[in-house]
């Protein structure tokens, strides 16, 4: 067997489970060599803290391998770091407790050995993806800003106000109230709007266009929105529109797991009047 495939199984196994040839080329490298001695400490070190070395063989192995100890006080504490990876003072700490990637001796440098480099490049890795979680999520997240999920997809309900050219003063409030509603003068369209549900309250249609004009006009609001729509979705004719424009409105509201719940909602629902306005959200 090479150096190698020997160093390979040394990692896997303990001693006493190779084979007599191989425990006695394992002894002569362990005595010659001092970077395979350092990782067969290392090695039992981590055997042992993860009990899969018994107490009794520790303390054997302890009296050829005094070095073991200090090992084992060392992973114990890499271990406990390693617990509190999400602490700030985990990172602060750990260049202090880890060796650097290389040790000098003389005026020479030489790498760590394998296993050590191993523990040294595990942290790192986790320190790494600790610190770019934050932007993943954020990258995530930046896909489902509200307010410009909202943008992206509203539109204006279709008004139609039934109304007779010429008829009484309610009849001329609904023109212009359709006059103004069309031409996206939605803040204007409110304070008539609110008359009109005054005279009429049991109109849903009127209420539905009250929310969105809530919503449309520049200082939007809404809340005032929501009210409106979750009133409405029960009912017979513009419930599915209230479900829609309710699902904008918690966009609106930056309440993005709302809105993307409803929308998914809406989505899933085959016959809903609002289903590919909801699907094409979904997709963006």
């Known amino acids: 067997m090479t150096d190698q495939k020997l160093i390979q199984q040394m990692y896997r196994q303990l001693s006493d489970a190779l084979s007599p040839d191989e425990q006695a080329e394992l002894s002569r490298m362990i005595r010659e060599d001092q970077e395979v001695k350092r990782d067969w400490v290392i090695f039992l070190a981590e055997q042992y803290l993860d009990k899969e070395l018994t107490e009794g063989k520790y303390k054997l192995y302890l009296a050829d391998f005094p070095q073991l100890e200090a090992e084992v006080q060392q992973q114990k504490e ?89 008829g009484d003063e309610t009849d001329s409030l609904k023109f212009l109230i359709q006059s103004q509603y069309q031409s996206g003068e939605y803040a204007k369209s409110i304070p008539l709007l609110q008359q009109l549900i005054a005279q009429e309250p049991e109109n849903p249609s009127y209420k539905l266009y009250l929310g969105i004009c809530y919503m449309g006009k520049p200082a939007p609001q809404p809340q005032d929105a929501i009210a409106i729509f979750k009133a409405l979705q029960d009912d017979l004719n513009f419930g599915q529109a209230a479900e829609w424009y309710l699902s904008l409105a918690y966009f609106l509201d930056d309440n993005v797991e709302e809105g993307k719940r409803l929308a998914e909602k809406i989505g899933q629902h085959q016959g809903h009047s609002f289903r590919t306005q909801a699907t094409k959200l979904l997709s963006n």
Do not use: H
Not at 108 to 133: D, N, T
């Open 78 to 166: 890499v271990r406990s770091l390693w617990q509190e990876a999400e602490n700030e003072l985990f990172k602060s700490e750990l260049k202090e407790i880890l060796p650097p990637l290389s040790q000098t001796s003389g005026s020479k440098m030489r790498p760590l050995p394998l296993l050590q480099r191993k523990w040294v490049y595990a942290l790192a890795a986790a320190i790494l993806l600790l610190l770019c979680l934050p932007f993943v999520f954020q990258s995530g997240s930046a896909q489902w800003e509200g307010k410009d999920v909202f943008a992206q997809n509203f539109q204006q309900f279709d008004m139609r106000l039934n109304t007779i050219r010429g």
